[in-house]
Every structure is written in C-alpha cells, then in structure tokens.
C-alpha cells in the first residue's frame, strides 16, 4: 500500500508539530515538507526532527503550492492554523483542489461547508478529532433526538479549559450545547465558562502542570429544579496525541474518498468513526 502524502499546515503550532511527529513515526504516510503558516510568524523554516520544513506566508503560497505538487505529487492538506484563517483557508484549499481535513475551530462554519460542496474537492470538518469524544458526542445526539425534553426544568452548567494559546471557545463544548438545548435545556453559548489561566486551572481545576500547556477539561452539570438530582458528565485529557491519532484516521478516510473520485461531499468524524462513504 502506497504512502499518503500529508502537508499539515499550522506550523509551529504546538497541534501542528504534534500531527507532524506522529506522521513521521508512522509508515502509512510522508510528510510534505512545507506548511502553510500565518503572517505573524517569524523565519521561513522550522526544523522538526531531521527534516526541515518550509514555512509558506500567505503572500507566496499560490505559485509555491502548484511546484510541490508538480515535485511531491498529491497530498491531503490538514489544517491547524488559526480560527481566523479558517474560510480563506478552505477557499485556497477548494481553489488548488487540495482535499483537506479542517481541525482548527472557529470560523464561519456554514460557509465552511458551502465552501466545499460547491468545490471539486471532499473534506473531512470536525471540531474534535478525538474518536472517544466523539463517540460520546454521537450517543449525546442519539439522546437528543431521541429524547426530546429529557432535562426540562433542569439547570446547566458548561465548563471548559484549554491551554491559553486557544483563542476561541471549545468547538466542543458548542455541539453539546444544541444537544441539550433540544432536551429540553435554555442555555446559550456565551455561557460557557470559559478557562485560560493556568494559575487558576492548575490550583481550581487540578490540572497536571505538566499539561497546562496541552489539555481540554470538559464538565457538563446538569441539577434538577429541586435540587435533589444531579447528572454530571466529564472528559478531560491530557496531552494532544489523542487529538493527532484521530487526525491521521480522517486522513486516510477521506485519502479512501479522493481515490473513489468524490467532490463536493464534507464529511465528520462520525462518517470516519464508521467508515461511511
């Protein structure tokens, strides 16, 4: 079976390096030595490991991407960059036929999905790419559309932390609100209490210091009216490799999807999950 090519954009980013080490340790994919990175970033190479990688600015990415190609071959672009980067991004990707897996949160997610099924390309799009999460989340939206107004008269409360590089609220922590807001639940997603202080999550929350640098901490509350029930559902982890291990499945998922020719389809980490087509 033929290596997957895999350009993973973001770096240095702490995800990106992340996703980038694990392609290096594995012999199903080759790292593309090149990243997209943003304006902000200092420097044209980053070295990881024994490769050098080149750091492509946004002014020079149009020409450079059409000669990696014509040298690399076909790759799947994965993205880690910035919130703010995500819909120009996924424009570049669908204008260079560039099939991608979207990690990084934040952007306007409709007309990310616009983006692509008005392309000739197919993307996998996920706020989580932990495949355990997002088992949990699927059986959060087997019971919401299951069992409509199963926590009325209950309250909520959503708490999440994350390193305090992470600009925008957990991806995450936003599906589950549309989840219980259909069990019966009046929350908004400005509720969500928010952490970035590592003072505050390593002497409140118990987080390791050794992952201040590299979590997501999720609690969700919820107590009935009378105050004589309580549900509390959590799942914290540590470190990003679980994040980076669901990466490369969608990656070679939608590899599967380039090669049966599909264009114009967004796919989850539900579709990766079971393998649909």
């Not at 980013?13 to 902000?40: Q, W, Y």
């Not at 400005?190 to 590592?198: A, W, Y």
Request: hydrophobic residues 40%; negative net charge; charged residues 20%.
């Amino acid at each position: 079976m033929s290596r997957i090519n895999v350009m993973v954009n973001g770096i240095p980013g702490n995800m990106a390096v992340n996703v980038a080490k694990h392609i290096l340790a594995d012999d199903r994919f080759t790292l593309v030595p090149c990243s997209l990175t943003g304006p902000e970033i200092q420097g044209t190479e980053y070295n990881l490991e024994s490769i050098s990688i080149r750091l492509l600015q946004p002014e020079i990415r149009d020409g450079e991407i059409e000669e990696i190609v014509k040298t690399k071959g076909a790759f799947i672009s994965v993205d880690y960059t910035h919130p703010s980067a995500v819909n120009a991004n996924a424009e570049f990707y669908c204008q260079h036929r560039l099939p991608f897996v979207m990690g990084t949160t934040g952007g306007d997610r409709e007309q990310l999905q616009k983006t692509v099924q008005s392309s000739a390309i197919a993307a996998v799009i996920a706020p989580n790419m932990a495949k355990q999460i997002v088992g949990f989340q699927a059986m959060m939206e087997y019971a919401a559309g299951n069992f409509p107004g199963l926590f009325e008269g209950h309250t909520l409360e959503i708490k999440e932390s994350h390193q305090k590089g992470k600009a925008d609220t957990s991806g995450t922590a936003k599906a589950m609100v549309r989840y219980f807001n259909q069990m019966g639940l009046d929350f908004a997603e400005d509720q969500i209490v928010k952490e970035r202080d590592p003072e505050i999550q390593a002497s409140q929350w118990g987080i390791p210091q050794n992952y201040l640098t590299g979590h997501g901490w999720h609690t969700y509350a919820l107590t009935s009216a009378d105050q004589t029930v309580r549900f509390e559902f959590s799942h914290n982890v540590n470190g990003r490799d679980v994040y980076a291990r669901g990466t490369l499945d969608a990656v070679r998922y939608l590899q599967a999807r380039v090669n049966d020719g599909t264009a114009g389809n967004v796919y989850s980490m539900i579709d990766v999950l079971q393998n649909r087509s």
